[in-house]
């Protein structure tokens, strides 16, 4: 019922010093620089002297029902596992359907949500695939977004790619009003995310959307664009114009710029920090050297979070706003999400000072990991 975390390093994630931190049930309830063991209480009284405290981190775009498919059924990709999520750190995620809407549906996308909320994270949706009219439950994105609780907003919806359906101005303009109207009736944030292909336009038809129309830019948040040096150009100034971006994890090619090359140039360009966000695409096909595809994982996420600390020696603080505070914020989940303040989610990560290793991860208040060792698993899990 009651957990204690001692003389903890904490971001919360802007530095806060050393604190304890008290949580109860599912929240934290109290953050000071001494708050005193009561033995009458049923606590667990854990020493974080050695230690690093952050918010769980939150993976705005993961295929948890699965991603693939492209090279035909034997190439789609199972769904993810609890202890695949637990062991990148993360506590909150936003699953997406992505391309393959024929062998996979929203309605699916939905119970595995359910199924790993109940398995102890946290869950949001987006309604949506790749093309336009775009996949939904309800027979409305409008409808999907304002009644059902796990959708926040309509994805991944594919510009500049082959696998597009190619939507005209008007129907991306129709698209994104079903989002915002939705958005407003359901007290959601009504994000439109947008898989943003290797295609020779690039962001040209989000600039044109945005030139055309009066929806604000903080309802979108272009994906990958950090594939392509001139994606990623014009993500940059994208950026700087008051839009949000989302850097994919894992990226090593020569042709676009790895999580840890981006921010740097991000954090040098004058760009508001606060827009930039980082995410797996976990789960999800990842392409591999001569034409062929692999599978992305969720915990290249933390490992590129990490290396921009350690390796690249990034302002920690600032990094990990990318995977807290930031993607909370847009998602308008902030501060029961993404912050360790008094009244928020329980979601603490716990990481070993000397080289950013994972030590415990609590979620909702409970451990999923403790001492490195995952304790709790998904109900399938060995």
């Known amino acids: 019922m009651f957990t204690l975390l001692k003389n903890a390093q904490c971001y919360v994630p802007e530095y806060q010093d050393k604190k304890d931190i008290l949580i109860v049930y599912d929240k934290i309830l109290k953050i000071s620089e001494n708050i005193p063991a009561d033995n009458l209480w049923d606590m667990e009284v854990i020493d974080c002297s050695e230690k690093i405290i952050c918010p769980g981190l939150i993976d705005q775009h993961v295929h948890i029902t699965g991603g693939g498919g492209e090279e035909g059924p034997i190439s789609r990709i199972p769904e993810i596992m609890l202890s695949e999520i637990a062991t990148a750190g993360v506590t909150t995620l936003v699953g997406v359907l ?53 959708v926040i907003g309509v994805g991944e919806i594919a510009i500049s790619d082959h696998r597009s359906s190619h939507p005209s101005l008007d129907s991306l303009r129709e698209l994104v009003n079903e989002a915002r ?70 990226e090593k090619s020569e042709k676009g710029y790895s999580v840890m090359d981006a921010l740097e140039i991000i954090f040098k360009s004058g760009a508001n920090i606060g827009n930039i966000t980082v995410s797996s695409d976990g789960n999800g096909s990842m392409p591999l050297e001569g034409g062929q595809s692999g599978v992305g994982t969720v915990v290249q996420l933390f490992e590129d979070i990490r290396a921009s600390i350690l390796q690249k020696k990034l302002n920690i603080e600032q990094v990990l706003k990318t995977v807290t ?58």
Not at 182 to 206: C, N, P, Q, R, T
């Open 325 to 382: 505070s930031n993607v909370a914020k847009i998602l308008k989940i902030y501060p029961k999400k993404g912050a360790l303040k008094v009244g928020s989610d329980a979601d603490v990560l716990i990481l070993n000072k000397d080289d950013l290793s994972i030590d415990s991860l609590i979620a909702r208040g409970n451990f999923i990991i403790k001492n490195k060792n995952v304790i709790k698993r998904g109900k399938y899990e060995k």
């Open 98 to 150: 992505g391309v393959d809407n024929i062998t996979r549906s929203i309605a699916g996308l939905l119970a595995k949500a359910q199924a790993l909320d109940q398995e102890g994270i946290t869950t949001y949706i987006y309604t949506g695939s790749y093309s336009v009219p775009t996949a939904t439950m309800t027979g409305k994105v409008m409808t999907d977004i304002a009644i059902i609780d796990k």
């Open 181 to 250: 109207v939705g958005g407003l009736i359901g007290g959601k944030a009504g994000i439109v995310h947008i898989h943003v292909g290797d295609g020779k336009e690039g962001l040209g038809s989000l600039f044109k959307l945005l030139d055309e129309s009066d929806f604000p830019i903080e309802m979108f948040v272009p994906t990958h664009v950090n594939r392509n040096k001139t994606l990623f150009e014009q993500a940059v100034n994208y950026a700087k114009g008051g839009g949000y971006i989302d850097l994919t994890a894992g």
